[in-house]
């Protein structure tokens, strides 16, 4: 079943300004997971977060995780026309490793 | 490899009949994973392997699908019997087996007609 839900579902925005996606999940996760998504293909790992850390950077990727809400937050900053994909989050909670998905978030930043 | 390879990239079947579809993950990672993606969703997992067991195939919908990894690395998904509801993008993932991220093929888009 699908444990990571994100909101909003389409974001569009110019380029240059910051897009924020969240994710909210169901069941205690031993780390959460973003990835990104291109033209409906493979998936590429942004970043991930441990379940005692509280933020985390990556070059223009800011990701939060709040354990008492059970959410997460994806922020890019200063966002480039090339930063137009699908964004999902995941969580371990399947077991084995294994990722449960949201259904994604689609962003379009126009030039 | 330096990625995980999926084999076709495309593939268009009729209803009713067998595919297959292989994974090549990256070389010494023991953990491989299939997912299905419908068009809109997120991925939904199918079967996970860690070496050439099939660890975890409770994702697997029905007995007519069925997934092999005989020597450790490359894995081949069958799917007996298809049904048009089987359109979708299966993706294959590896990993080390640590909680660090999966690498995902590009997929192999089934589409049944």
């Known amino acids: 079943s699908q444990q990571g839900e994100e909101d909003p579902q389409a974001l569009s925005i110019q380029e240059g300004e910051n897009a924020t996606m969240n994710c909210s999940y169901k069941t205690s996760i031993n780390n959460l997971q973003w990835y990104r998504q291109n033209s409906g293909r493979g998936l590429v790992h942004l970043i991930l977060i441990r379940s005692n850390e509280r933020e985390k950077h990556s070059g223009r990727l800011r990701v939060t995780l709040d354990t008492s809400k059970k959410s997460s937050s994806l922020l890019i900053t200063a966002s480039r026309a090339a930063d137009t994909a699908s964004y999902f989050c995941a969580t371990d909670a399947g077991g084995n490793n294994r990722l449960a998905f949201g259904k994604g978030n689609q962003v379009v930043v126009i030039p | 490899g330096a990625g995980v390879s999926q084999t076709p990239s495309n593939k268009v079947t009729e209803k009713g009949k067998y595919v297959e579809l292989r994974c090549d993950p990256i070389s010494g990672h023991t953990a491989l994973y299939w997912y299905r993606q419908s068009l809109g969703q997120g991925p939904e997992f199918l079967i996970y392997f860690q070496g050439t067991g099939a660890a975890d195939d409770s994702g697997l919908p029905n007995d007519r699908f069925f997934a092999v990894r005989p020597e450790g690395s490359v894995s081949t998904l069958k799917i007996q019997r298809t049904e048009r509801g089987d359109s979708a993008v299966y993706l294959c993932?590896?990993?080390?087996?640590?909680?660090?991220?999966?690498?995902f093929g590009s997929g192999t888009r089934l589409t049944v007609v």
């Open positions: 993932a590896s990993s080390r087996g640590t909680p660090d991220g999966y690498t």
